[in-house]
């Protein structure tokens, strides 16, 4: 059992949870990713790691309800304990392993939406300990659905707000701000980092790739086991078949088949969908989730 030290309410429908898991916050590293079970019948829930502590041995989730199982885990509290919490899972950002000489040289700029901003917060703030400097730009519907904004200011260099109805700070969207950093203030990038809801990281790299900006983006498709057996979490990357637990969950933004990722999530929630899905997708469907037989 893995018990959970702090439980606290973010915002509307969002969470945060500190939970005791030793042997995860011993290895775990930015990008990557738990999976956690609330009992021994639960549902399988991935969720990417806001923060952790090596020393106490905990790991803080951030998670969003969107469903039975979410609704159910919004409930325990602080005391109570997950049956399972595997991980890490997945692969650590690409610049945990860079010089970091070389990395303070970089010009780098994250841009996080939602609940991405959890995952955003822990790789800017592994940067921020390591002395590198990073912009962040990080958006919500409104304020009330603004998260981490403290620990954020605390680690960023320069920490970028943005509201969709212009009730906290500025009135734009994500596009705008960047726009404006770059052909405004004349501000060049080497890397853009974007994690957030799928539509978000889309019209993201859209625009990152006009003004020639690399952009790596953290996939959060649907999973089920998270060791690439079940094909769930199966994207298109550059023309090849890639599955975001093993394979990701970071790729080259300007190398996704956005439209199809979308369209595949939509179609797996379905019986007939992941039917089509099948039958299109042939031996690369994988159908180890248990759902499509």
């Keep these: 059992m893995y018990p959970i030290l702090k439980a606290e309410k973010l915002a ?19 990008g990557e990713f738990i999976i956690v079970k609330i009992d021994e019948v639960g549902e399988r829930i991935p969720l990417t790691i806001c923060d952790y502590n090596r020393e106490e041995g905990t790991i803080t989730i951030v ?8 609704e159910r885990m919004s409930a325990l509290k602080a005391g109570d304990a997950f049956h399972d919490f595997v991980g890490p899972l997945g692969n650590p950002s690409e610049f945990v392993h860079e010089d970091i000489e070389s990395l303070k040289n970089k010009k780098m700029l994250f841009v996080a939406g939602g609940v991405g901003t959890a995952p955003v917060y822990l790789q800017v703030k592994w940067l921020h300990e390591h002395g590198v400097d990073v912009d962040v730009i990080v958006g919500a519907k409104n304020k009330d659905l603004l998260i981490l904004e403290e620990e954020m200011k605390a680690v960023a260099v320069n920490l970028y707000i943005t509201t969709d109805y212009g009730s906290y700070v500025r009135k734009c969207m994500f596009k ?3 726009k404006d950093l770059v052909n405004e203030q004349g501000k060049k990038y080497d890397v853009c980092v974007a994690i957030g809801p799928m539509i978000m990281m889309k019209f993201v790299c859209l625009l990152t790739k006009e003004l020639g900006i690399p952009t790596i983006v953290s996939l959060n498709p649907i999973m089920v086991d998270g060791t690439g057996m079940c094909g769930a979490c199966r994207v298109t990357v550059g023309g090849k078949v890639k599955f975001a637990c093993v394979d990701g969950p970071e790729f080259d933004g300007h190398a996704i088949d956005f439209n199809e990722a ?11 969908g992941r039917a089509i899905l099948k039958l299109r997708e042939g031996d690369t469907h994988h159908g180890g989730c ?3 037989n």
């Design 290 to 292: 248990g759902n499509c």
């Design 262 to 272: 979308m369209k595949r999530q939509q179609m797996y929630k379905t019986e007939e």
């Design 12 to 30: 509307d429908k969002i969470y945060l949870m500190v939970v005791k898991a030793p042997r995860v916050a011993k290895n775990c590293q930015p």
């Design 63 to 70: 998670f969003q309800i969107v469903g039975a199982s979410t």
């Design 176 to 178: 705008d701000v960047i």
